[in-house]
């Protein structure tokens, strides 16, 4: 069984720039998930989506969007990138509400 | 809104010490509460879980006991391992189902 895959690894952005981040799902899991972690503290809450449909968003503002699409895979794109969107950001997949499996994550850097 | 607290590392155990990693915190209603833990350059594993008052979860020799009246949930290992070192997040699971709130995290560090 697949895990949780995101794609790039790593990527380097200057501000101002727009950015794509990828991310395929476990495998029968309809939910996805994502996190911002700067350095050296906890995941927050970006938004989730399930079945395609946004369900649930954090304190984010409207330039963090996303999608899911009938695959479950799922983009998150952030316009206009500022120094402090620099961060790695988590994909996690579930089919349940109690088990949420996160991905490897990807490394932003914007300069 | 919803938070979690945990307390600050790093945390710097010999091998074969116990371990005590303090997590409490607040919540309408009674959320799930979890432990996670991430390896250098990883993502997020889960460890162990307890989604209702006086449930322990455990894995790995980890265990941790939901505890509603101390709106607490202690992550407890007996013995670690210089393979235990890591960093360690507490979260809960609002009432929606839709999103988890992480404390700060904790680094453990076990000296052989």
């Known amino acids: 069984e697949t895990g949780v895959t995101q794609s790039p690894t790593h990527l380097i952005k200057t501000r101002g720039q727009q950015v794509t981040l990828r991310c395929s799902s476990q495998?029968?899991?309809?939910?996805v998930s994502w996190y911002q972690q700067a350095l050296g503290q906890g995941p927050q809450f970006i938004f989730q989506?399930?079945?395609?449909?946004?369900?649930g968003r954090g304190n984010f503002p409207p330039r963090f969007s996303g999608l899911q699409f009938p695959n479950y895979s799922s983009e998150l794109n952030v316009n206009a990138l500022e120094l402090d969107d620099s961060a790695l950001y988590l994909c996690?997949?579930?089919?349940?509400?109690?088990?949420?499996?996160f991905g490897p994550g990807t490394r932003l850097t914007v300069l | 809104g919803d938070s979690v607290t945990q307390m600050e590392g790093p945390v710097t155990l010999s091998e074969e010490a116990f371990l005590t990693i303090n997590c409490t915190y607040t919540a309408t209603g009674y959320p799930s509460l979890f432990w996670y833990v991430q390896y250098p350059g990883e993502g997020l594993q889960l460890l162990l879980k307890?989604?209702?008052?006086?449930d322990k979860g455990s894995n790995k020799g980890f265990e941790a006991t939901y505890r509603k009246e101390t709106t607490s949930f202690h992550l407890e290992k007996g013995s670690v391992q210089v393979s235990d070192s890591a960093v360690y997040f507490c979260?809960?699971?609002?009432?929606?189902?839709?999103?988890?709130?992480f404390g700060g995290g904790t680094r453990l560090m076990v000296k052989p």
């Open positions: 996690a997949s579930s089919l349940t509400v109690n088990e949420q499996f």
């Open positions: 989506y399930y079945r395609e449909e946004e369900n």
């Open positions: 979260a809960l699971l609002n009432n929606a189902g839709n999103m988890l709130t």
């Open positions: 495998s029968g899991h309809n939910t």
């Open positions: 307890a989604t209702k008052a006086d």
